[in-house]
Antibody, heavy 120, light 107 residues
Framework: QVQLVQSGAEVKEPGASVKVSCKAS????????LHWVRQAPGQGLEWMGW????????KSAQKFQGRVTMTRDTSINTAYMDLSRLRSDDTAVYYC?????????????WGQGTLVTVSS | DIQMTQSPSSLSASVGDRVTITCRAS??????LNWYQKKPGQDPKLLMY???SLEGGVPSRFSGSGSGTDYTLTISSLQPEDFATYYC?????????FGGGTKVEIK
């Protein structure tokens, strides 16, 4: 069965960086995009970007450009999202999600979420 | 960026009620529209894609419709497990923006 398992919760100081991992199993990792979505406390869902695990190509929302780096390691079926220069408003649950098609980009399987807390 | 406006932001309904949630895009998204259900502490669940295609395993009481800029998600007979927050998302162009969400609460 398809599973996305994310790394554990993180507490970071403002200005630091965080790297969240997302390990995929149950399907061919390179056949589907992986999206990153976050939800701040009491807020809605926010799309951050995607990575094409086959090519390594990425696309991120302009809001995060310059701060977010999405990578993958196909040898271990794992994607990573690195967010730098953290601010308090980056406190959120971060999700990875599999995009089933490159037309509708519907996210059919999700990781369990990783809570990132930014606090001094 | 394409702005997605959902209405209402919240609603109260009873089990068995028919519920309709509306999502309006700031430009024509030609049915590139997904719907998700989100419960506290859980990851989002895909309900609908391409505006009206029901995701496998999702009950048939959920339906989607719309075209151009205006889309709706309808729950024909609300069940206890449907109390949650619902989000639309456009997938016409990046960034893949979400609506602000509609919280469905028990009356």
């Amino acid at each position: 069965q398809v599973q996305l398992v994310q790394s554990g919760a993180e507490v970071k100081e403002p200005g630091a960086s965080v790297k969240v991992s997302c390990k995929a199993s149950g399907y061919t990792f390179t056949d589907y995009y992986l999206h990153w979505v976050r939800q701040a406390p009491g807020q809605g869902l926010e799309w951050m970007g995607w990575i094409n695990p086959n090519s390594g190509g990425t696309k991120s929302a302009q809001k995060f450009q310059g701060r977010v780096t999405m990578t993958r390691d196909t040898s271990i079926n794992t994607a990573y999202m690195d967010l730098s220069r953290l601010r308090s408003d980056d406190t959120a649950v971060y999700y990875c999600a599999r995009g089933r098609s490159t037309m509708n980009h519907q996210a059919d399987f999700w990781g369990q979420g990783t809570l990132v807390t930014v606090s001094s | 960026d394409i702005q997605m406006t959902q209405s209402p932001s919240s609603l109260s309904a009873s089990v068995g009620d028919r519920v309709t949630i509306t999502c309006r895009a700031s430009q024509n998204i030609i049915r590139y529209l997904n719907w998700y259900q989100k419960k506290p502490g859980q990851d989002p669940k895909l309900l609908m894609y391409a505006a009206s295609s029901l995701e496998g395993g999702v009950p048939s009481r959920f339906s989607g419709s719309g075209s151009g800029t205006d889309y709706t998600l309808t729950i024909s007979s609300l069940q206890p497990e449907d109390f949650a927050t619902y989000y639309c998302q456009q997938s016409f162009s990046t960034p893949l923006t979400f609506g602000g969400g509609t919280k469905v609460e028990i009356k």
